[in-house]
């Protein structure tokens, strides 16, 4: 197996990919997928905090969900792989198709759901009661799965976390002993270890240093090649580096839901929107 | 340090030191001493405390101690205020008072708590030998010497066996039930379970000698176990549930997102994490029952011999056996319920510890392994 060191992967990140994709993922590769949510509205209670949300995420790409804070972006991440529904009082309508099959019907369990459907959230939380390396691995054990070669699944899936050369001669120590940067990067490869067709991430650098930022950001580019990433972020210039695709969520009074505004192109979103608030956003006259 | 020292803030900085010019060698940096004064004032404080207190002894004949330490106690407390007030100002002398009430307050629970371990250890070390751990009273008369406490400690170790793998098991598995599950019902086994726990342990005791004592299966080990199991499930399940609390929502949300069921979540992370949490709950449970007489008196009945099995016979256990000898009107018998009473301490120690050493491996195993 060749090895790569973060550096390298730092300046060509292009030719990584090609190293990364043929080599250090020989079999598990599969094609990626595609999520059309159709009309989704959300519920909390009475209190209806999404309406009509319609938005498609294409493989290969990376999806960014921008807006103000309260706007049902997280929300709406949330729907996608059923954690929406863990809030007892949560209600949702409409569609959400995965690669053409409804997440929501009978003939998909929310397990099966979210173990396609991958998460990283924004506060970094590896289980502190495991090894690094059991933390990677906790997926399998958590959904029944079962891998002939765990050495080989936690070495590949912390490479492609960008982690390895940072942990590679402590993997028998505990997750938290790790920077914060660190653990995002142990939960990134943790979700990576059940091979997930999506990844979502819930604004997943917020509590992090621009460095690890970076890093991470790489590592989103990286993964984007099999994997369809949705990401929620805060940060306008974020947006701009790692995503494909951008949609723009609003709240437009108080007390309404949150509504897309604009999607398309993260270029045509930030350069050139069709909508004045989107304008008044990504240039930071508004949020 | 002089008493002029005290006063640092009244006037501007005085440089103890000449003013530092910009010299190119650097000094090596030395933590600065800091409050120095506070020192001087808790000796002066202590000092009036004892005076003032001695001074109205001798003045109003007072002869209790007790009476001497509360009003030493009162003392200290006042001058440590003036004191702080005088050098300092009335804010940071309330912030000093209240510190030294807190501390005082601390050391007084402690110092209650090491004079009652002291008078158990004074009173009952003198009985304590070999003999007397590993002999029954079986046949030991009145007025006669030897004899020990074997048979009781063979009776509590096993009762508490027996309630602990009764009562742990199913007090865990109801505070997952109230706190991950939230069932339905969760609300009426919360408030059955906060009544339980005022339930006085003899009525556990009761309750099992009608419905088992009394129904042909007469006074056993096993008896006992079940009216302290009855005892430790309220103390074990609350615990443990403040102690699932505590567990982070995030690490339940990612075992989810992960793909996991939710048992696979409880068992895989929620417990794991909450490991030491739990031990805890146990380890006040066990700490709970050890110590009840009522419940064992009615169920296991006390027995003077050893009685190897706790399905069948009268049973004595460590409470029992201080309680019953602590009642008799000579002073072998006496001396013997302190050394059982040491011995019971010694022996909740050990448990303790035994319990947080196989916790602390556990741990180190599970993180360590593959």
Known sequence: MTTIQSPQTAETPAANRQVVSSEILPEEQHPSSRIDATDVTCWFGKRKVLERCTLSMEPG??????????????TFLRSLNRMHELVPVAAIAGTIELDGVDIYS?????TEVRSRIGMVFQKPNPFPAMSIADNVLAGLSLSGMSNEDPKALVEQCLRRAGLWAEVSDRLNEGGMSLSGGQQQRLCIARALAVHPDVLLMDEPCSALDPISTRVIEQTIRELCEEITIVIVTHNMQ??????DKCAFFLVESIGDPGRIVEAGPTAQVFENPSDPRTYDYVTGQFG | MSLLDERPVDETPVPEEPVQEPVEEQVPSRPRALVRSERVELLLAVASGLTGSAVMCLLFDWTQPLTFAIWALLLFLGSTY???RDSQSPIVATDRLITTLVWTSGGIAVSVLLWMLGYVVVKGIGG????YLTSDLSKVGPLDEGGGVFHAIVGTLEQMMIASVLSIPIAILTAVYLHE???????IVRFVIDAMSGLPSIVAGLFIYTVWVLQGQGPSGLAAGLALAILMIPTVTRTAEEMLKTIDDGLRESALALGAPQWRSVMQVVLPTARSGLITASILGVARAVGETAPVLLTAFGSSSINWSPFNGPQADLPLYIYQLLRQPNPAQIARAWSGALVLVL????????ARVIGERGARVRGGSR
């Open chain 1, 238 to 243: 974020q947006a701009q580096r790692v995503s």
């Open chain 2, 128 to 131: 304590l030998n070999f003999e």
């Open chain 2, 347 to 354: 022996l909740v120690l050990i448990l303790f510890v035994l």
């Open chain 2, 181 to 187: 599950i939230r069932g339905r019902l969760a609300g």
């Open chain 1, 106 to 110: 009978e003939e998909m369990s929310p």
């Open chain 2, 82 to 84: 003036l004191l702080a």
């Open chain 1, 61 to 74: 790409e990376v999806t960014a969900l921008i807006g103000p804070s309260g706007c049902g972006k997280s």
